[in-house]
T-cell receptor, first 110, second 118 residues
């Protein structure tokens, strides 16, 4: 089955700096790659997604890039704010349910 | 749109009790529903996939006789944890999607149920 690896597990940045989280996937049939933000005790919230026919997508301060050849995809958050502090999960799917990465705890220091 | 309602949000009960969790898609028909489990500081792990009117497909290591899933309609799936024990304490989250597996449609998540077995 699909295997998704996510790095780093924790990330601390200063307010205003950028944050980058990287994921790799194993199933070449995967074609949908969402990113979720999860606050403590709450459900994952979809923040951005990308499909395999697109290499990059941007939504205000958030962007995602996809390299299908290398099976890599990354989340980029610019001008980070304290409210961006949360756990972020990448995920991928193709033929089955979403498979999640292990999560990155992002801490934005004011 | 695409709201998934999950109840209850919190359950605290004694060991040996069976607990039922409901997951409803409120404004769309969910061809496929998924049940995930999340232990503290860990990722979401898929437990099972269910399609309306058919038996659920369980992931390796998940006991189907312990975690009973019923997907009786296109808007409702239930997960029953039978004879729950402390090790079953976790955050259970359902997810729903229109379209069949592999259809490349987003999954929409419920608010989750925090289950605590004493």
């Amino acid at each position: 089955g699909e295997n998704v690896e996510q790095h780093p597990s924790t990330l601390s940045v200063q307010e205003g700096d950028s944050a980058v989280i990287k994921c790799t996937y194993s199933d070449s049939a995967s074609n949908y790659f969402p990113w979720y933000k999860q606050e403590l005790g709450k459900r994952p919230q979809l923040i951005i997604d990308i499909r395999s026919n697109v290499g990059e997508k941007k939504d205000q301060r958030i962007a995602v890039t996809l390299n299908k050849t290398a099976k890599h995809f990354s989340l980029h958050i610019t001008e980070t704010q304290p409210e961006d502090s949360a756990v972020y999960f990448c995920a991928s799917t193709g033929r089955r349910a979403l498979t999640f990465g292990s999560g990155t705890r992002l801490q934005v220091q004011p | 749109g695409a709201v998934v309602s999950q109840h209850p949000s919190r359950v605290i009960c004694k060991s040996g009790t069976s607990v039922k969790i409901e997951c409803r898609s409120l404004d769309f028909q969910a061809t496929t529903m998924f049940w995930y489990r999340q232990f503290p500081k860990q990722s979401l792990m898929l437990m099972a996939t269910s399609n309306e009117g058919s038996k659920a497909t369980y992931e390796q290591g998940v006991e189907k006789d312990k975690f009973l899933i019923n997907h009786a309609s296109l808007t409702l799936s239930t997960l029953t944890v039978t004879s729950a024990h402390p090790e079953d304490s976790s955050f259970y989250i359902c997810s729903a999607r229109t379209g069949a597996v592999g259809s490349n449609q987003p999954q929409h998540f419920g608010d989750g149920t925090r289950l605590s077995i004493l």
